[in-house]
T-cell receptor
Framework: NAGVTQTPKFRVLKTGQSMTLLCAQD?????MYWYRQDPGMGLRLIHY???????AKGEVPDGYNVSRLKKQNFLLGLESAAPSQTSVYFC?????????????FGPGTRLLVL | AQSVTQLGSHVSVSEGALVLLRCNYS??????LFWYVQYPNQGLQLLLK??????LVKGINGFEAEFKKSETSFHLTKPSAHMSDAAEYFC????????????FGKGITLSVRP
């Protein structure tokens, strides 16, 4: 079991460029999440998905889009990157939607926007 | 609405000393509470969680936390710190509704001195 994997591990973008971050999980989890982590801010939820073909906005969705075409994959897109999107991005998944569910995290993607 | 407060951003202890990391929460419903740990350059992993039942929760690596409703607290402790405990620790509270979303605190960095 690989758990939750993220691609790429590190990326440098110029302002205005676009990119897609890929998250994959092999645990057959229904729920998936994208967070960003910034110093002193903790983790903030960008978007999440409660199942294949569904997505919803989180706390800080502006400037990001997501897609969940396959149950095991959750893609995060930046259409026009801005320096404010420099961050570490974490993907997570959980089995279901109960409040007691544990979220399982990937290793993160470090993004630098110049 | 749910929120979490982790006072202070950095705690330093000597190896073998007591570890105490504080977490206070606000929740409009009985809370589900989590502690996650992030080792350098890694994703988050679950240390322990409180859902219902026993208020003293034991987790991995010798950590435990006690849910105190009257104090709205869920502090994390370990009797004797080890060098390998150096990491960032996040307290989180589960949202209401069937989506297993979490609200994270800002995190506390634990340093362990030899």
């Amino acid at each position: 079991n690989a758990g939750v994997t993220q691609t790429p591990k590190f990326r440098v973008l110029k302002t205005g460029q676009s990119m897609t971050l890929l998250c994959a999980q092999d645990m057959n989890h229904e729920y998936m999440y994208w967070y960003r982590q910034d110093p002193g801010m903790g983790l903030r939820l960008i978007h999440y998905s409660v199942g294949e073909g569904t997505t919803a906005k989180g706390e800080v969705p502006d400037g990001y889009n997501v897609s969940r075409l396959k149950k095991q994959n959750f893609l995060l897109g930046l259409e026009s990157a801005a320096p404010s999107q420099t961050s570490v991005y974490f993907c997570a998944s959980s089995l279901g939607g109960r409040r007691s569910e544990t979220q399982y995290f990937g290793p993160g993607t470090r993004l630098l926007v110049l | 609405a749910q929120s979490v407060t982790q006072l202070g951003s950095h705690v330093s202890v000597s190896e073998g000393a007591l570890v105490l990391l504080r977490c206070n929460y606000s929740s409009s419903v009985p809370p589900y509470l989590f502690w996650y740990v992030q080792y350098p350059n890694q994703g988050l992993q679950l240390l322990l969680k409180y859902t219902t039942g026993a208020t003293l929760v034991k987790g991995i690596n010798g950590f435990e936390a006690e849910f105190k409703k009257s104090e709205t607290s869920f502090h994390l402790t370990k009797p004797s710190a080890h060098m390998s405990d150096a990491a960032e620790y996040f307290c989180a509270v589960g949202h209401t509704g069937a989506n297993s979303k979490l609200t994270f605190g800002k995190g506390i960095t634990l340093s362990v001195r030899p």
